[in-house]
């Protein structure tokens, strides 16, 4: 082999090395690109699923609190009612007698 064709076959394997390096470096890159589309998709999954929970339970939470109140509020209302059912009005007396000097004052005032 004469020198210049020495010199072309280490000048194509050295571009054929470069090549294989920039390949090998494209396919890195790319499988990291891969991976960190992989763990985006994951993150957001995640936090929908998070997210879609904590409003779920704080959903049922606050129906529940409601419920209670409302429920309370019935009760209190039954409550007042019974009270006011039982509360009778004391009768008064149709008359009373007041004792001035052995002299009994028929009283007016509660004849109704």
Same mark, same amino acid.
């Given at each position: 082999?004469?020198?210049? *064709? *020495? ?5 194509? &394997? ?6 294989? @390096? @920039?390949? #090998?470096?494209?396919? #890195? &890159? ?6 960190? $589309?992989?763990? +985006?998709?994951?993150? /957001?999954?995640? $936090?929908? $699923? $998070?997210?879609?929970?904590?409003? +779920? /339970?704080?959903? +049922? ?8 109140? /409302? !429920? !309370?509020?019935?009760?209190? #209302? *039954?409550?007042?009612? %019974?009270?006011?059912? %039982?509360?009778? %009005? @004391? ?17 007016? &005032?509660?004849?109704?």
């Amino acid at each position: 082999m004469s020198s210049s *064709e *020495e010199t072309n076959t280490v000048k194509m &394997r050295g571009t054929w090395e470069e090549k294989k @390096k @920039k390949k #090998e470096q494209e396919e #890195e &890159r790319a499988a990291a690109a891969a991976a960190v $589309v992989v763990v +985006v998709v994951v993150v /957001v999954v995640v $936090v929908v $699923v $998070v997210v879609v929970v904590v409003v +779920v /339970v704080v959903e +049922v939470a606050v129906t529940e609190v409601v419920v209670f109140i /409302v !429920v !309370v509020a019935a009760a209190a #209302e *039954e409550e007042k009612k %019974k009270k006011k059912k %039982k509360k009778k %009005k @004391k009768k008064k007396k149709s008359y009373e007698y007041y004792h001035l000097d052995h002299l009994y004052l028929f009283d007016y &005032r509660n004849i109704v």
